[in-house]
Structures are given as C-alpha cells and as structure tokens.
C-alpha cells in the first residue's frame, strides 16, 4: 500500500543519509595528506555555503557557515606550507562528519540540493573514489593508510604542495563554484550539472594515476 512504500522511501533515504555520512568522514580524511589542501576546501566550500544560504535567506545556515568559515581560516592560518599543525584524523573526521551534517540541513530547507555539495566537495569526491576503486580492484586494503591519491602523486611529482593546493583552490572558484551556484538556480539540472563537474575531475584524477603505487605513478607522470 501506499503507506508501507512511503515508509520504506523514508528507510532507504535514511539509511542512504548514514552512508553518505560514514563516506564524507572518511572522504575528508582520505584527503588531508598534504599542506593547506584540507583546510583550503573547508573555506571553500563554507564560503559557497554562506553565499548560497545568504541569498536564500537561510538565516542559521548562514550564521552556521560563517562559524565553520572562521574555524577553517584560522586553521589554515598554521596549516598553509609549511605546515604547523595538522588535523589529524579526528580533526578531518570531525570536519567531513560537519560538512556532511550543513548538507543535510540545507537539503531539509531547500537551501541547497544535494547535488550542490556534490559538486561543492567534487574535487575530494573525484580522488578518493578513484584511489579507493583502484586500490580495491588491485586487491589492496583500501581502508589502510597509503600515499596514492592523485593529488599526492601529484605533490611528489611537482614537488611542492602549494602548488598543488592552489591549483585546487583554482578548479574550486573557476569551475565548481558556478556550477554549485547553477545547481541552486536550476535545481531539475542539478545531476547533470553533478556529472559535468565530476568528469574532467575524474579523468584528471586516473591521469594522476590515483590508487597506483608510489612507484608506478612517478614512472607514469
């Protein structure tokens, strides 16, 4: 009956909520490996997600940003190369478990879609599913510590992380943040505008050669 398929709707929802939250503390995680990247996406995307609830009028969600933004920038203020302090993985988990908290109540006010933060966090999406696939289907223990993220293999091929994370900070504003605004604008095209974000990002991240071992990749840059 209808009211046993709206009930499972609200389970499978629920429980889809669980796992993209269990992932986005773990994403986060995954990600903190390098000077100033980490804390440079938490700006970003608390900046994005102060805009965003400004113009709609998300009074909490606004004063919630502006918080999680004041965090991140003293943060990054010691964390810019060379790095001071770390996050470490209570801290990137903590920020991933926030950062995936803001997304579900912008979600539940029609602030954002949740598209918007798919392709607000794509760059950190990109890399760490690419990384976690590979490492799996080459029969390695994704779940343990490692160096083959694409933007660490990019790191030790440049060798520099500022150039790496403001490179970051690049795709972020110039590519991701008027697709996130888009998604807000045309919400019916949020998965769409989600894939055009995430598809030259993925490629970038399998040119990285993410997931490969530390040698392979530096042979393969």
Not at 115 to 123: D, F, G, H, R
Not at 127 to 132: E, K, L, Y
Request: charged share 10%; with cysteine; aromatic share 12%.
């Amino acid at each position: 009956d209808m009211g046993g398929a709206i009930l499972e709707l609200q389970w499978l929802l629920n429980g889809s909520a669980v796992v993209a939250l269990v992932w986005l503390l773990n994403l986060y995680n995954f990600m903190d490996g390098i000077d100033g990247l980490a804390g440079c996406e938490l700006i970003f995307v608390s900046v994005l997600s102060l805009i965003l609830a400004t113009n709609s009028g998300d009074q909490v969600l606004t004063l919630l940003s502006g918080v999680l933004l004041a965090a991140g920038a003293g943060f990054l203020g010691w964390n810019w190369a060379p790095a001071k302090i770390f996050m470490g993985d209570v801290g990137s988990g903590f920020v991933g478990f926030t950062l995936g908290i803001f997304a579900l109540f912008s979600i539940h006010h029609g602030t954002m879609t949740v598209w918007t933060w798919v392709i607000l966090l794509a760059v950190f999406i990109a890399d760490a599913t690419i990384t976690v696939i590979r490492r799996y289907v080459s029969g390695e223990k994704w779940f343990e510590g490692h160096a083959t993220h694409a933007y660490q293999n990019a790191a030790r091929s440049y060798k520099s992380h500022s150039k790496v994370t403001i490179t970051v900070i690049l795709i972020n504003c110039i590519w991701l943040a008027p697709l996130a605004w888009l998604s807000v604008r045309q919400p019916q095209a949020g998965a769409y505008l989600a894939l055009i974000a995430l598809f030259p990002l993925v490629l970038l991240a399998i040119r990285l050669k993410a997931g490969k071992s530390v040698e392979v990749a530096l042979l393969s840059l």
